[in-house]
């Protein structure tokens, strides 16, 4: 093929994918169940949170155990403001963007006293922020009434523009729009802005200096990049991804409490962006979709077994985390940089190397 057929094909690639994407709910749908789409759904907001994550464990080499600590601050900062509980409505709008600041600062709050910890003991630190996140929400109760303890908050707004609520069904050109299917399109539009940032910060001298921090912290130092700042940085960016995500999580549920904000689900972020590639954004991205599909497809294994051999001998629940504690060591053992490993970069350039090569000859 011509190099002028280059372009042609990559854009028709695109357009291929994109067309795919805009029509995947429906397929979904038709060949699934409703049900899977809400699944999708789900899968969209966790490809945010991993990329989030992503920044601070994959680029700038931070193990944070407590990242969905940010998940719940951007989730309660929408739902206090757009539900009964404090008797006020706020336009999503200002919502999120709002949500985004409060969960930065809170990643900054984070990052200040831990910038000397590294490995295990951050790791522990974190783990504790995000209990301590989950714990005050549970009893933030009394003696004034806040977040509602652990009955949560009810009947929060849903995305509304105008007269266009993402909560209601609507029929456009003769198709006919679920709320599973609005908030579908919303929430892919945010991973995709997601993952363009994600790749552009990658890319940018920001993330170059988050990858030699991660490579080796006292080289980076030595070299001139002020670590403080850049730390401080990539928990802030890794909090905003999260506390966006958990804005829309809010919105799309409708009820939040303390209870979807456990240790696990941060242990489950972890592990798609371990899965997926830590680095890698496509890597995570997989990861994400692949964590988020299996356990649910796992849950046909009960029906199955009753249909083979009239009896269920596993239940599917525990089959579950069977399955994804056997994938999670036989990645460490035969994959240990995911499915999708970072690229490193060559610390030689070939043009360099070549010329010293000829100056030496």
């Known amino acids: 093929m011509s190099a002028a057929g280059h372009p042609v094909l990559r854009w028709t690639t695109w357009l291929a994918v994109a067309l795919l994407l805009l029509a995947a709910p429906f397929l979904i749908e038709a060949l699934l169940g409703r049900a899977w789409v809400r699944i999708a759904d789900v899968a969209l907001l966790f490809i945010m949170l991993a990329l989030g994550l992503n920044i601070v464990v994959g680029f700038a080499g931070l193990l944070d155990l407590g990242y969905i600590a940010f998940f719940a601050v951007g989730a309660y900062s929408y739902a206090l403001l757009a539900s009964p509980q404090l008797a006020m409505h706020w336009p999503f709008y200002v919502l999120l963007p709002l949500g985004a600041m409060v969960a930065a600062v809170f990643g900054i709050l984070l990052g200040a006293p831990t910038l000397r910890l590294r490995g295990d003991y951050l790791a522990i630190v974190t783990l504790g922020f995000g209990e301590i996140i989950r714990v005050f929400l549970n009893n933030l109760n009394r003696p004034v009434n806040i977040t509602n303890g652990p009955q949560g908050i009810t009947l929060i707004d849903p995305l509304q523009l105008g007269g266009f609520s993402l909560a209601q069904t609507h029929s456009i050109a003769g198709l006919t ?11 892919l539009a945010c991973a995709l802005l997601s993952i363009a940032m994600s790749l552009r910060l990658e890319n940018s001298r920001i993330g170059r200096a988050w990858v030699a921090i991660r490579d080796d912290e006292l080289a980076a130092s030595a070299m001139g990049i002020n670590t403080r700042n850049m730390k401080l940085l990539a928990f802030a960016m890794g909090a905003t991804f999260g506390g966006v995500a958990g804005g829309l999580f809010a919105s799309f549920q409708g009820f939040i409490s303390p209870e979807s904000f456990h240790l696990i689900d941060s242990i489950m972020v972890l592990c798609m962006v371990v899965l997926g590639g830590m680095g890698n954004v496509w890597g995570v991205v997989l990861g994400a979709v692949l964590l988020t599909a299996l356990p649910e497809a796992l849950r046909y294994v009960g029906p199955l077994q009753q249909r083979w051999f009239g009896e269920v001998f596993v239940d599917p629940s525990d089959l ?18 995911g499915i999708l490993p970072a690229r490193r970069r060559s610390p030689v350039l070939p043009a360099a190397a070549e010329g010293k090569t000829h100056g030496a000859g």
């Open 320 to 337: 579950r985390m069977l399955l994804f504690g056997l994938a999670l060591v036989l990645m460490m053992l035969f994959r240990p940089s």
């Open 177 to 187: 729009f679920a709320p599973v299917h609005n908030y579908y399109f919303v929430f």
